[in-house]
C-alpha cells in the first residue's frame, strides 16, 4: 500500500474527492515534515457526514516518531504506488519533486499542488516557541528544532502551515 493507492480509494470511494484529495496531500506532507513514520494506512479513514456522504476524518495520531525512534521513516509508507522519481532515486529522500510527483498522481491540478506546497514553506518562528513550551524534555526540544531545520534544508520546505501551527498550538501549548 502507498499514499498513492490511499488516495485513489479516496477518489473512488468519496464523492467530494477533489476537495478530500487536498486535504489527504496535506496530510501526507505535514505528516513528512514532521517525520510521522507511523501514519500507516489504519491512520486514515473516512466517516459519514450528516449530508449524507462520506468524507476525508480529521486528521488524528500525529507525532514526530524520530524523536522516540531515532531510526524511524520519515514516512510509514511509500508515497507513490511501485516506482521512485529519479530525485529520490539520487538522494534517498522525498523532495519537493516527488511531492509534485504524488499531487500530479492522486489528480490535483498542478496549480492547486503548487499552492498546497506554497503553504508550507518558510519558517514560522512560533514553532519554536510552542516546542519551548511543551513538556518535552530539553534534548528532545533541542531535537525537535534541529528536526525542522534538517527537514527544511533538506525538502525545501518548511514547517508553516496553519494547519501545522493550529495543531502544535492545540497539543503544545498551555
Known amino acids: 500500500m502507498s499514499y498513492e493507492a490511499i488516495g485513489a480509494l479516496i ?3 468519496i464523492p467530494l474527492y477533489e476537495l478530500e484529495l487536498e486535504k489527504f496531500f496535506r496530510l501526507v ?7 510521522n513514520g507511523d501514519a500507516h494506512v489504519k491512520n486514515f ?5 450528516e449530508a449524507g456522504d462520506y468524507v476525508f476524518t480529521p486528521a488524528y495520531n500525529l507525532l514526530c516518531t524520530r524523536i522516540h525512534l531515532p531510526g524511524e521513516s520519515d514516512m ?12 529520490f532515486q539520487a538522494n534517498g ?11 500530479r498522481a492522486i489528480g490535483i491540478k498542478r496549480i492547486r499542488v503548487t ?15 510552542l516546542i519551548d513550551r511543551s ?23 518548511a514547517v508553516s502551515t496553519t494547519r501545522l ?8 501549548s498551555e
Open 135 to 157: 513538556f518535552l524534555k530539553g534534548e528532545v526540544k533541542a531535537d525537535f528544532k534541529g528536526l525542522q531545520l534538517s527537514i527544511a534544508l533538506i525538502v525545501p520546505m
Open 29 to 35: 506532507l505535514s505528516n513528512y515534515i514532521i517525520s
Open 76 to 87: 510509514a509508507l511509500e508515497l507513490l504506488k511501485n516506482r521512485y522519481t529519479e530525485d
Open 45 to 49: 479513514s473516512a466517516i459519514h457526514a
Open 11 to 13: 477518489r473512488r470511494h
Open 115 to 129: 499552492k498546497i506546497i506554497n503553504e508550507f514553506t518558510g519558517k514560522d518562528e512560533s514553532i519554536d516557541y
Open 93 to 103: 529522500f522525498y523532495t519537493l519533486a516527488d511531492f509534485k510527483e504524488f499531487g
Open 165 to 172: 501551527l493550529g495543531w502544535c498550538k492545540r497539543y503544545l
